[in-house]
């Protein structure tokens, strides 16, 4: 299974709303995740099954989808939001993770 | 709280061996799925595989099969990814990551800080 984030990059600005999409090559269900990596560190889970919030995570993100087509929302970017995002179906063997998309500041 | 501890940074050359470690805490290492995530310099999350270390059971993603061996060692609770030879193209940094739930596929909620591993002539 492919996944096929869009865009790759995107430039913001502090409190704008950041959309982010991933797309599945099939059907997983609602089998998918969200990691943010800041440079350096290890990736962090923020959501999974689609659309619950991993526990410490802040509520300005949010996802939402199901089968082939997901979206992660930062409702209002924070300075500590700029980080890469990647998303993870763990549908079936081997898990993948799409290709990342860089949140940068404008 | 749950911990992955990883082994440091490696430089090894062509065709040299290697086994990199992540040691566990916080939680029944026994009971939980292990995996591995490979990240090629300025690339992308992979999954390699996963072991659970109870009854050693792997699994392994076919881009992996054949080219590393995951194992688990359960009285010190510390799961190993295992190159026999390694190739310039094993460089990169290496996670271990737990899975959320008591299932091999799926979500990562701890990860270890990452092994750097080096090869070059």
């Known amino acids: 299974i492919q996944l096929t984030q869009s865009p790759p990059s995107l430039s913001a600005s502090v409190g704008d709303r950041v959309t982010i999409t991933c797309r599945a090559s099939q059907g997983i269900r609602d089998n998918l995740a969200w990691y943010q990596q800041k440079p350096g560190k290890a990736p962090n889970l923020l959501i999974y099954?689609?659309?619950i919030l991993q526990s410490g995570v802040p509520s300005r993100f949010s996802g939402s989808g199901s089968e082939t087509d997901f979206t992660l929302t930062i409702s209002s970017l924070q300075p500590e939001d700029f980080a890469t995002y990647y998303c993870q179906h763990v549908n079936t063997n081997p898990l993948t993770f799409g290709g990342g998309t860089k949140v940068e500041i404008k | 709280e749950v911990q992955l501890a990883q082994s440091g940074a490696e430089m090894k050359k062509p065709g040299e061996s290697l086994k990199i470690s992540c040691k566990a805490s916080?939680?029944?290492?026994?009971?939980?799925?292990v995996a591995w995530v490979r990240q090629m310099p300025g690339k992308g999350l992979e999954w390699m595989g996963v072991?659970?270390?109870?009854?050693?059971?792997?699994r392994y993603s076919p881009s992996f099969q054949g080219h590393v061996t995951i194992s688990a060692d359960m009285s010190i609770s510390t799961a190993y990814l295992h190159w026999s030879s390694l190739k310039a193209s094993d460089t990169a940094i290496y996670y271990c990551?737990?899975?959320?739930?008591?299932?091999?596929?799926?979500?990562?909620?701890?990860w270890g800080q990452g092994t750097l591993v080096t090869v070059s002539s």
């Open positions: 099954t689609a659309s």
């Open positions: 990551a737990r899975p959320h739930y008591g299932q091999p596929f799926s979500p990562f909620d701890s």
């Open positions: 916080g939680y029944s290492f026994s009971h939980y799925w």
């Open positions: 072991i659970y270390p109870d009854d050693s059971d792997a």
